[in-house]
């Protein structure tokens, strides 16, 4: 597999991955050819540490053998800067390695990580004329695992019985399915009276919710950029991709008439193979979510339009 941008999101990934054993070999490229030489380097040097794997630099030419080419090249999001403020900088590069990509003849699923995610799948897309279910994005599959850690700590339960899905944009207008929120099988309006331990559960819902949706701003304020748990986000990705586990994330997918939506990016649940998209599993969702996901719907689809 290849990770094109060796910033901090691709070499955490990298580090990540390294250390799981999914991948065989991880094919590190950066404009900066130094910088991914360093970086190469300094993994390679934990390699007694971690299960055999392949780790080298590489370039374009590393594409056409990719079962999975993971693009976080790009500008960082600077502090106050929102997402779609990147996206002018950031679609003139996701676009052009996504054309080199396709004139590699790879057979292999591209995933997209740079922002504005959602808008850059959509610009990936279209520019290397492959099928819907190969261009995915990151999505909110981290802002997912967000919900999940702060209803966990919330509820005092351990975050792997929480099963819980961010929607829609990655990105301000994305909103919680609590329609399809459970805590160890109980959807989470039973759940609540059930557990009584919290005063108001419906303003401790939107303060959970305020805590995703803000995430990304306070650890950009604190530290510069957010990578650790990205990095184990896309690694969840790779190995659905690397061993077709079927694994049901909330990646941005193209909607082609699912929800009533079209030519749009987005997250909503999807399993996830060898071959990229799968399945698109467009549960009912509550009305007020319906909404909220037609507005992100509309907000993704201005973005593109300003493109021009
Ligand atoms: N989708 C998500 O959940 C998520 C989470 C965190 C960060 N991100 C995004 O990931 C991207 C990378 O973040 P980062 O912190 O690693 O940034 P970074 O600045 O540390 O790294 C980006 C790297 O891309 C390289 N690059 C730029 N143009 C290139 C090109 N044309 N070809 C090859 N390499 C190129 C740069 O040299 C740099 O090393 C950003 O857009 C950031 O907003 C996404």
Known sequence: MVVVGAGSVGATYCYALAQSGMANEIVITDKNEELAQGQVSDLVHGQPFFPTVIIRQGSPKDYSDANLIVVTAGAAQKPGETRLDLLKKNAAIVGSVAEEVAASRSQGVMLIVTNPVDVLTWVA???????????????????????????????????????????GEHGDSEFAAWSMTNIGGIGIDNYCPLCNACQGWKKERMNIEKQVRESAYHIINAKGSTHFAVGLALVKITASVLRSQNSVMTVSVLLNGEYGLSDVCLSVPSVISDAGVVRIVAGPLAPEEMLLLNHSAEVLKNAIASLG
């Open 125 to 167: 897309l279209k520019r290397s004329g492959w099928e819907r279910n190969r261009v995915i994005g990151s999505g909110t599959v981290l802002d997912s695992a967000r919900f999940r850690h702060f209803i966990s700590t919330h509820c005092n339960v351990d975050v792997h019985n929480v099963h819980a899905y961010i929607l």
